[in-house]
């Protein structure tokens, strides 16, 4: 189909459609064989689309997969949004946004590969920029849970540092379904720097009955 | 080929990794550089590929080693943890290059590189597992504690080494050590190890 043909007919949904196509193409691509090796033409086979859709989106792949990491930030932000409202105790809070942000990872694992793993690794600094920056964004939030409000940067690094330990672990071995189960964990490891170990645990029973009531 | 030329050869390999990037980086390169000739190349490896990934397990395994020896003499877990710490920040500021080739580089290359980096980080679980009977919340610590405390170490150290900063590394074994320590003993006491190892370092 040609690019004319597109935009003339009008039809944004096919478009997007395209796009959203070769985002997780480039996802699955990453995944299964690493950023460095995957080129714009595995992406497009993959995909289904011609290589003039990808040139209406992206200027290359770099910028393609910069794309589809960013698309997964958003819907991160806006999943842990959503959740955080959910109640307005600190604490139960930060227990909704841990099982939605990992039920997240478990429905997109290429683009959570993308995020955790590719991004972080891959040799691209625009990448790796994009998930230093997403990485503060979350550091942020959980500087907000110490006593004075300002808890220092290296502990909230080294916390959030614990649970993406446990995520990369499971999204490298194949098992991002998992994730959710190992909600207990992911809470105990962001809040205990800040509110001390008996209410860090006292949380994580809370977190696996959360999880025990969603299976 | 002798071992002190082999392991001379692997060092190379990383070094071409980490200074061309996976695409450039060149065997022959890395032979040169460690006077090995080609017959004798071959004779050991089936190219860039698979000398990439002895080097890697060759030089992780001094790596876990080296940081692991010091875990082992009869001192309180804390202290032992502290000590093994300490080794291995003075060997990755002491080496950026090749920490760099073991944190970022070749685990980069592709998902059966970066797998073999998550089997590093997992080697150093069975080092945390007594912190788990120090804790004296053993039963109640969630599962992956140990794992946790390990990865909360790799996040500051890769951000350092990443960043051209591994030499600072061993100044900042007291908040790195309070990293691992928190999830076994949470934050009081482990400011109280943290306050301890500031004094002895």
């Known amino acids: ?215 | 080929m002798d071992a002190q030329r082999r392991d001379c050869l692997l060092r190379a390999m990383l070094k071409e990794l980490v200074g061309k990037g996976y695409g450039d980086a060149s065997a022959e390169a890395a032979r040169e550089a460690a006077g090995v000739s080609a017959a004798e190349f071959e004779a050991e490896f089936s190219g860039k590929d698979d000398c990439l990934f002895v080097a890697y397990d060759r030089i992780t395994e001094n790596v876990v080693r080296r940081a692991s020896a010091e875990c082992d003499q009869a001192e309180p877990w804390p202290e032992r943890v502290r000590l093994g710490l300490e080794r291995l920040l003075w060997a990755v500021a002491e080496h950026p290059e090749m920490a760099q080739a073991l944190t970022r580089s070749f685990p980069g290359i592709r998902p059966a590189a970066y797998e073999r980096y998550v089997a590093l980080l997992s080697r150093f679980v069975p080092f945390m597992r007594e912190g788990r009977e120090y804790s004296g919340v053993e039963e109640e610590l969630p599962g992956e504690v140990e794992l946790l405390a390990v990865g909360a170490a790799e996040a500051i150290i890769f951000s350092e080494v990443d960043a051209g900063r591994a030499e600072r590394l061993p100044q900042m074994l007291p908040e790195i050590l309070f990293s691992v320590l928190v999830p076994f003993m949470g934050p009081d006491r482990a400011a109280d190890e943290m306050r301890s190892a500031a004094i002895s370092s």
């Not at chain 1, 796009?19 to 992406?43: F, H, N």
């Not at chain 1, 600190?90 to 694992?109: D, H, I, T, V, Y």
């Not at chain 1, 600094?125 to 920056?133: F, G, T, V």
Request: some cysteine.
């Open chain 1, 1 to 215: 189909m040609s690019v004319l043909g597109l935009l003339t007919t009008g039809s944004d949904v096919l478009t997007v459609s395209d796009r959203d196509r070769i985002l997780q193409a480039m996802a699955d691509c990453c995944a299964r064989s690493g950023y460095p090796e995957t080129t714009v033409k595995d992406v497009l086979e993959r995909a289904g689309v011609e290589r003039e859709s990808f040139t209406i989106h992206f200027s290359g792949k770099e910028d393609c997969a910069l794309a589809a990491l960013n698309k997964m930030v958003s819907e991160s932000l806006a999943r842990l949004s959503m959740a955080s409202s959910k109640s307005e105790e600190a604490l139960e809070r930060r227990k909704f946004e841990g099982q939605a942000f990992l039920e997240l990872l478990a429905s997109r694992p290429s683009f959570a590969n993308l995020a955790f793993i590719e991004s972080r690794q891959c040799g691209s600094k625009r990448m790796h920029d994009a998930y230093e920056s997403a990485a503060r964004v979350l550091a942020l939030m959980m500087e907000r849970l110490g006593a004075d409000g300002s808890g220092p940067s290296a502990d909230s690094r080294a916390a959030l540092g614990a649970a993406e330990a446990v995520i990369r672990r499971e999204l490298a071995t194949g098992r991002a379904a998992r994730l959710p189960e190992l909600l207990p964990d992911f809470v105990y490891a962001v809040l205990v720097p800040f509110v001390g170990q008996r209410e860090a645990l006292r949380q994580a029973r809370l977190a696996a009955r959360m999880a025990a009531e969603e299976e």
